[in-house]
């Protein structure tokens, strides 16, 4: 799975590379006004990024108001952000 998402990344360009990659730092969550903070991208840049995310299905677009939740499609996280372990306790 995890070598499959790396050839789709492949596909995508230097600026879908980089929403997705501040997606995965947000741990698969970020607003929409977060992306046009990135360099080189202005809010018309950002949502026409989205659109094209969002129509290869690589994200999820929730409409909150004037404000749109961006989610990393459920068949990305897992290969794209490390579950870290539950943390054991010792007994006591």
Request: charged share 25%; aromatic share 2%; proline share 9%.
């Amino acid at each position: 799975l995890k070598e499959n998402t790396q050839l789709l990344l492949s596909f995508l360009t230097s600026e879908e590379k980089a929403c997705v990659q501040l997606l995965v730092e947000k741990q698969g969550k970020a607003y929409q006004h977060e992306l046009a903070k990135l360099p080189g991208l202005s809010r018309l840049k950002a949502h026409r990024l989205v659109q094209r995310l969002q129509d290869r299905k690589l994200i999820v677009v929730h409409e909150m108001g004037k404000a749109r939740l961006l989610e990393l499609s459920p068949a990305l996280l897992p290969s794209l952000i490390p579950v870290s372990p539950p943390q054991v306790k010792p007994p006591a």
